[in-house]
């Protein structure tokens, strides 16, 4: 194994073939503006993405929170990320926060957020960026930018309508209103809202399975799922073909089959 990025605001620790990335700044509710946590979440990604050993990814908060978004008392200032005039301050968008979406689209393997506490405006949206969410049920939520007078400035209005749909998206954005981890399940925006002491542990399980099937496939069909939200299907079935050729050519693949015939469980080495 390569030796992990060196992070600031950020933890991450490796159980097996699952890394976990653990928002660390509970001082700040875990706020993405004002703190290296970009930096952080970047780095992270560059290394899985070349770190083969690894599975799956796992994002939490450390704390009260599982990310606050932005600093509203900069923004109020207009100071840090929020200052300058508006060329300005879209260059620090770009520069800045804009970063976490596009180093999380790239990530090659599967990705949970684990929802331990407040998930507002861009915190929601980081969460919204993983392929699966799970949330305490006590868990508070939001697509919460309107109501501060700004827009999903980080890509959410992306994001979210791909999850619930632009209808239920549209309700969310445009009310700016906040939702348990209870309701997020019957809204579809998490696969389950459980207790705050189970939550890591479910995630962990979750995360675990995943990182259990065939490495190379899981890659190939995270970057596959990825590709369907912007190809024609002519194009992409053409893209399923040259995956599969790949797929059909590993040493996993006659495991996985030979592990089915015999009854057994297979033993991937990501060949």
């Not at 180093?103 to 929802?115: F, N």
């Amino acid at each position: 194994m390569n030796h992990a990025p060196e992070l600031t605001d950020a933890l991450l620790s490796v159980d097996g073939r699952v890394a976990t990335l653990t928002l660390n700044r509970d001082d700040v509710r875990n706020e993405l503006t004002g703190t290296k946590l970009v930096d952080d979440i970047e780095r992270t990604v560059q290394w899985i993405n070349a770190e083969e050993s690894i599975g799956v990814l796992i994002v939490t908060g450390a704390g009260r929170a599982f990310s606050s978004g932005g600093n509203i008392k900069h923004m109020f200032r207009r100071e840090g990320s929020f200052g300058g005039d508006v060329y300005e301050v879209q260059k620090r968008y770009r520069q800045g926060i804009q970063r976490i979406p596009l180093a999380m689209h790239r990530l090659d393997v599967p990705s949970i957020a684990a929802i331990n506490g407040a998930a507002l405006g861009a915190g929601f949206d980081l969460a919204c960026m993983c392929d699966m969410r799970l949330a305490a049920a006590d868990a508070i939520m939001g697509e919460t930018f309107i109501n501060v007078g700004i827009i999903p400035g980080d890509g959410g209005a992306w994001f979210l309508q791909r999850l619930v749909g632009y209808q239920r998206a549209a309700e969310l954005t445009f009310s700016g209103r906040t939702f348990t981890g209870v309701e997020g399940k019957e809204l579809g925006v998490v696969l389950d809202a459980v207790s705050a002491d189970q939550l890591l542990e479910t995630a962990q399980q979750l995360a675990r399975s995943l990182a259990a099937k065939p490495p190379q496939a899981l890659r190939l069909t995270k970057r596959l799922m990825k590709s369907a939200q912007r190809m024609e299907l002519y194009d992409f079935l053409d893209h399923c073909a040259v995956f599969q050729g790949m797929c059909h050519n590993t040493d996993d693949h006659l495991e996985a089959l030979a592990a089915t015939i015999e009854k057994r469980a297979p033993q991937f080495k990501g060949q």
